[in-house]
């Protein structure tokens, strides 16, 4: 039996997606994204920003690479995933990341919020 391997993170891409191409044809794309949580301490009020690797794949990193750009607002649902390797010099190193299997584009507003800016070709509902 599997394990629960589940996460769900809402929050902004950091910088442009990144794009790789197989020659098995598969499409991967890469991005980060951070998720803010504001919590009171003290009372204060405070922000706590973590930052996500994400990629996704094939269809869905076709849809995430048409549609996404830095600053853009994403819904991502997926597992976690460590890579393990060892450097030159034989010393461990591992790095836990999102393989996301749903992504929501979240809309984009311009500086008047009347104005919904969204692609022409962007998925209106989640990704698949």
Known sequence: MNSLNSV????NLVRDPEKQEFDSGSKLC???????????QDNE??????????E???????????TLAKGRGVRVVGRLKQD???????????????VGETV??????????????????AEKEPVF
């Open 8 to 11: 769900l993170i809402e929050g």
């Open 30 to 40: 890469r991005f980060t994204m951070a998720s803010n949580r504001w919590f009171s």
């Open 45 to 54: 009020k405070k922000t706590e920003v973590s930052y996500f690797d994400i």
């Open 56 to 66: 996704v794949w094939n269809k869905v990193a076709e849809s995430c690479l048409k």
């Open 84 to 98: 393990r390797w060892a450097d030159k010099d034989g010393k461990n190193h591992s790095k836990v990341k999102v």
């Open 104 to 121: 929501e584009f979240k809309t984009q507003f311009d500086k008047k919020p009347s104005e919904v800016k969204e692609p022409e070709d």
